[in-house]
């Protein structure tokens, strides 16, 4: 029994997804929780964790909406402005919803590479204790560093790393990624969801050895406490199928033994987000 610990929904309109370019089409559509109820079946999924995909509080309320609505959505990890001076008002309508379980923030779309070490954004992390939030780090490789530094600087915030930080898998390229990751996963307070991979390789050829020496870093670093596994569905269809996202994960773990895999599909998801079944 698996938990996906990471995938999105919309009712799509343009103006909304700035960045769906002409070569994602495939997503250019509304992604609804009946679409991926099938989707889980065949995978033995029997709940899910549901993030953001644009930066609005909008959003955020919908997502709720559609988390009371289907019973299998058991988290919601939304948007706030984290540099709102309205943030504990924001903080506090979301986090009286039992479903709400995280905040993220698009960091790896920003102009700024230091836009996580900000006083302003720094100030809204350290509300999210006070409600009892995680906080997911949507990043690329070069902001490693900086994430290193935000999660020492608030021991007691729990943070997760997204799509293991989108890696240069298509090319290769391992360092200084992996020595960062490894300095990241010595702080206690920080996860990692095995997620997006197949968007960081080759759309089309990928196979599945070329996201091992990856996963064998995450593995080493992490270990089977602190990873969980999330599909990154509806764009991971820009390279692959539910059903494929899930084998690559399957396939690397297999040789763990039973309880070890219990932790990374399902109970550290539920341990991290404190998720109700």
Known sequence: MIIDAHHHLWNYKPKDYPWMDDSMEVLKRDYLPGDLAGEMEKEGVIGTVVVQARQSLEETRWLLEQAESNDFIKGVVGWVDLQSDSLNDELSEFASHPKFVGVRHVIHDEPDDNFMLRPNFMRGIEQLNNYNLSYDLLLFPKHLENALELVNR???????LDHISKPKIKSGIMDPWRDDISSLAAQPNVWCKVSGLVTEADFVNWKEEDFSPYLEVI????????IMIGSDWPVC????????????????FDTVDDAGLEKIFKLNAIE???LKL
């Open 272 to 274: 991290f987000y404190e």
């Open 237 to 252: 269809r820009l390279a692959g199928e539910y059903k494929d996202v899930m084998s690559i994960s399957k396939k690397f």
């Open 219 to 226: 593995f080493e670093s992490f270990g089977v406490d602190r």
């Open 154 to 160: 608030f021991p007691d915030q729990k943070f997760v």
